[in-house]
Nanobody, 119 residues
Framework: QVQLVESGGGLVQAGGSLRLSCTAT????????MAWYRQAPGKQRELVAA????RTDYADFVKGRFTISRDDNTLYLQMNNLKTEDTGVYYC????????????????WGQGTQVTVSS
């Protein structure tokens, strides 16, 4: 079982920056890959960025603005040039890349951290 705790969200004006952090507690389980998801009000949760061994993947809507990084079991998301449409609850995820190279999350989620971008 993996426990995930996100932090770093807040209220920021459009064009501003935030850095999200997530600490994963694994009880000895090795995590191959991690990712950030977000969920806007009334919308489904969507993948924002994922990181595995020697690779990072980004959703088109954040490419060039967000950077995912990882230090052992701490995951980060540097978000620059934020837009109002980036508003939502951001969740980190532990998982793996499938044989088809698709990021697949474990069914364990933290409480998320709220990001609100004002115009």
């Amino acid at each position: 079982q993996v426990q995930l705790v996100e932090s770093g969200g807040g209220l920021v004006q459009a064009g501003g920056s935030l850095r999200l952090s997530c600490t994963a507690t694994t009880n000895g389980l090795s995590i191959n890959a991690m990712a950030w998801y977000r969920q806007a009000p009334g919308k489904q949760r969507e993948l924002v960025a994922a990181i595995g061994t020697g690779r990072t993947d980004y959703a088109d809507f954040v490419k060039g603005r967000f950077t995912i990084s990882r230090d052992d079991n701490t995951l980060y998301l540097q978000m620059n040039n934020l837009k109002t449409e980036d508003t939502g609850v951001y969740y980190c995820s532990a998982g793996y890349y499938s044989v088809y190279q698709i990021y697949t999350p474990f069914e364990s989620w933290g409480q998320g951290t709220q990001v609100t971008v004002s115009s």
